[in-house]
C-alpha cells in the first residue's frame, strides 16, 4: 500500500548533470536516469498495514462522533434558526 523512495544525495544528482551536460546527447529515458542514480521504490514495510488496521477502530468511531455532532447541529438550525441581526 504505502511505498517509500529512496532518493538520490544532492552529490550524486549533480555529479550525474554534470555528466549530462558534457555528454551532448538526448536526455535518457526516466527508467534509466533512475537505474543510474539508485533513485527506486522501496519494498513497503510490513507492519504499514498492520498500524492501519489497528487504528481503524478509531476511524470508525471518529467518523460515527462526527456525524453525530453534525446530525446534532443541523436539527439545532432547523429548530433555532438563526437570529435576525440588528441594523
Known amino acids: 500500500m504505502d511505498q517509500c523512495v529512496t532518493h ?34 522501496a519494498p513497503p514495510s510490513p507492519y504499514s498495514a498492520l498500524v492501519g488496521l489497528y487504528l481503524l477502530p478509531a476511524t470508525f468511531s471518529h467518523l460515527a462522533a462526527q456525524s453525530m455532532l453534525d446530525w446534532c447541529m443541523v436539527s439545532l438550525r432547523a429548530q433555532f434558526g438563526r437570529p435576525e441581526r440588528p441594523n
Open 8 to 41: 538520490p544525495s544532492k552529490e550524486q544528482v549533480r555529479a550525474y548533470m554534470l555528466a549530462r551536460e558534457h555528454a551532448r546527447q538526448p536526455p535518457p529515458p526516466p527508467e534509466e536516469v533512475r537505474r543510474q542514480l539508485g533513485w527506486q521504490l
